[in-house]
């Protein structure tokens, strides 16, 4: 017995496959050409070196929003202090409020940037 088949009945399997490979190939591109829409909003004060609670009226005007927004309507939070993203175990947002639970204090004059990310629905 042999394993070998004809060449033919080779060239009908290459088609096939061939044919599936492709199709398999376009439906991945098609999935990785999606790009999800997102919304950003931004909170922004100046700390004044011996603050460690953040509320809206702290806020500075005609910079992004003013307010704290509701952490659960959004999908990623950020807090940048003096332009350096910092870890998410240091702070506590809550809506209206910025909570800085780390030991050290931003130093007085320094920038800090509240970033909330939405993902929205494709």
């Given at each position: 017995m042999?394993?070998?088949?004809?060449?033919?009945?080779?060239?009908?399997?290459?088609?096939?496959?061939?044919?599936?490979?492709?199709?398999?190939?376009r439906?991945?591109?098609?999935?990785?050409?999606?790009?999800?829409?997102?919304?950003v909003?931004?909170?922004?004060?100046?700390?004044?070196?011996?603050k460690?609670?953040?509320?809206?009226?702290?806020?500075?005007k005609?910079?992004?929003?003013?307010?704290?927004?509701?952490?659960?309507m959004y999908?990623?939070?950020?807090?940048?202090?003096?332009?350096?993203?910092?870890?998410?175990?240091?702070y506590?947002?809550?809506?209206?409020?910025?909570?800085?639970?780390?030991?050290?204090?931003?130093?007085?004059?320094?920038?800090?940037?509240?970033?909330?990310?939405?993902?929205?629905?494709?």
């Amino acid at each position: 017995m042999s394993n070998c088949i004809s060449k033919k009945t080779a060239l009908k399997l290459m088609r096939k496959y061939k044919r599936k490979y492709i199709a398999c190939k376009r439906r991945c591109q098609r999935k990785r050409k999606k790009i999800l829409k997102t919304k950003v909003s931004y909170y922004y004060t100046v700390s004044n070196g011996d603050k460690r609670i953040f509320t809206d009226s702290d806020g500075i005007k005609g910079y992004g929003s003013k307010r704290i927004p509701d952490p659960k309507m959004y999908s990623l939070i950020n807090l940048y202090i003096n332009g350096v993203l910092q870890p998410p175990n240091i702070y506590k947002v809550k809506r209206g409020l910025l909570i800085i639970r780390s030991g050290e204090l931003p130093q007085k004059g320094v920038p800090i940037i509240l970033q909330f990310i939405r993902i929205l629905q494709g």
